[in-house]
């Protein structure tokens, strides 16, 4: 008997739901969440037109805000509940944690900071953060569905597409605010932010995406 004959009298696995060990899906989950923020808080602060970034810690500040916080503390808690469950379900359950973090954020900035809606709604952390947390499922979802095919094939050119698509959305998120509302700016702070034309950010982020698109095919035509 053959190799394929052995091959075709396995079972199939039903992919999209199938469990998988909880660790290794958590650690890629949370780590693809991790990059995907700082990506977008960079995306965020160029699409504003503040490319300096040279105080000590103002890196790390960029990512400590309201939604980030609660949806990784509640992101470790559910995943590691609901290990049993299938990765869909788990999924989903992160999304609705993503979901509830930024409507959190949301009345916080409301209420505390006196934003405006449209104001508190152009955050990287708001909106751009469920992009974020969507891009952290793709990625491992499809990571997960190769990796029980037995082949890791696009995984890589996958994370890249994601990663370009979380900058263009950053940077349209970015552009938006400073075209719709005005560049963010501490009370008491001076503005150091430099003429930046909102049309161009929407420009660069548009040609991101498209990149992303261009990769996202590129990889659909060569795992078909």
């Known amino acids: 008997m053959t190799d394929a004959d052995d091959r075709a009298l396995q079972p199939e696995v039903p992919v999209a739901g199938m469990p998988t060990r909880s660790g290794s899906v958590a ?3 949370l780590l693809a ?9 960079l995306a965020f602060q160029f699409g504003i037109g503040d490319t300096v970034i040279n105080r000590p810690g103002e890196l790390t500040l960029l990512l400590v805000d ?9 992101a470790a808690v559910l995943l590691t509940i609901f290990r049993w469950q299938t990765i869909d379900q788990r999924f989903r359950w992160v999304l609705l944690a993503a979901v509830a973090s930024v409507v959190v954020s ?7 900071f006196g934003q405006s809606w449209l104001a508190a709604l152009l955050e990287p952390f708001t909106l751009g ?3 974020v947390v969507a891009s952290a499922v793709a990625f491992t979802r499809t990571r997960v569905r190769r990796l029980a095919r037995g082949t890791d094939a696009g995984i890589t050119i996958t994370g890249i597409g994601l990663g370009f698509a979380v900058v263009g959305v950053g940077v349209a998120i970015g552009s938006l605010r400073v075209g719709l509302v005005g560049p963010p700016v501490p009370p008491g702070a001076v503005s150091r932010y430099v003429d930046f034309d909102a049309t161009t950010g929407l420009l660069i982020s548009a040609t991101l995406v498209m990149v992303a698109a261009l990769l996202w095919l590129t990889d659909r035509t ?3």
């Open 27 to 29: 650690r890629t989950l």
């Open 33 to 41: 969440a991790l990059i995907a923020t700082a990506l977008m808080a």
């Open 66 to 74: 309201i939604a980030p916080a609660l949806w990784f503390g509640a």
């Open 106 to 112: 949301l009345i916080v900035r409301l209420t505390l």
């Open 129 to 131: 953060f469920l992009v």
């Open 222 to 224: 060569r795992n078909r």
